[in-house]
């Protein structure tokens, strides 16, 4: 009976205190991100990387702010928005706080990178896409050329670019936390949950 016991303590213990959800406000825009990605990228289309974008920048709340003035449930500084709508003017008016906006003008800005960058693979592809999203993809065109420099693959991020910056400290973890999360830990689990489209990146 004690070693009996013992295995329940043992495996309780061992048991995760709780499996992870996707949050009630994912699931309520999930037919519609899927919509906005599929139009935005086609078939397959990366709804899952969107999704743990979002997860990622503002929990799925669409009244977020940052403390640095991003807005919304795609965290756009309100300059970035402007500058969204300005050269997509089929997106309509700036309006960060409106999730469809948000989550189209994500889309959007997503593949405005992705076209921009050349990387090797899809893993790659997506970590430099998402870093230019958050810090800017002139940062990103400066670490590929230091990691050329440094005899590195400037098309690989994981091991090569990501190790190289002038940013300083707290920008360069920001960024290369950002990166990690979204792909590493959220896209995974979106892709467990039944969202399609998941960077080979696991």
């Known amino acids: 009976m004690r070693l009996i016991l013992l295995a329940i303590l043992a495996l309780t213990a061992c048991a995760p205190v709780h499996a992870w959800q996707v949050p009630a406000g994912a699931a309520h825009y999930q037919r519609e991100l899927t919509r906005v990605v599929q139009q935005e990228w086609g078939l397959p289309a990366p709804v899952a990387i969107h999704a743990a974008q979002i997860q990622q920048e503002s ?4 009244d977020a702010e940052s403390p640095v003035g991003a807005e919304g449930l795609s965290q756009f500084m309100p300059s970035t928005s402007d500058w969204i709508a300005e050269i997509y003017p089929d997106l309509g008016a700036a309006a960060p706080y409106s999730p469809s906006w948000a989550m189209r003008a994500q889309a959007r800005y997503n593949k405005f990178h992705w076209q921009r960058i ?18 800017g993809l002139g940062w ?63």
């Open 118 to 135: 050349n990387a090797t693979g899809q893993c790659s592809h997506w970590a430099l896409t998402l870093s230019a999203y958050n810090g």
């Open 59 to 62: 929990a799925w709340r669409p």
């Open 140 to 202: 990103v065109y400066r670490d590929q050329k230091l990691a050329r420099a440094a005899g590195d693959d400037s098309g690989v991020w994981f091991g090569s670019v990501a190790e190289y910056t002038n940013r300083a400290d707290w920008a360069k973890r920001e960024n290369r936390e950002y990166v990690r999360r979204i792909l590493l830990r959220y896209t995974p689990r979106y892709v467990r949950a039944g969202w399609h489209g998941g960077a080979p990146c696991f």
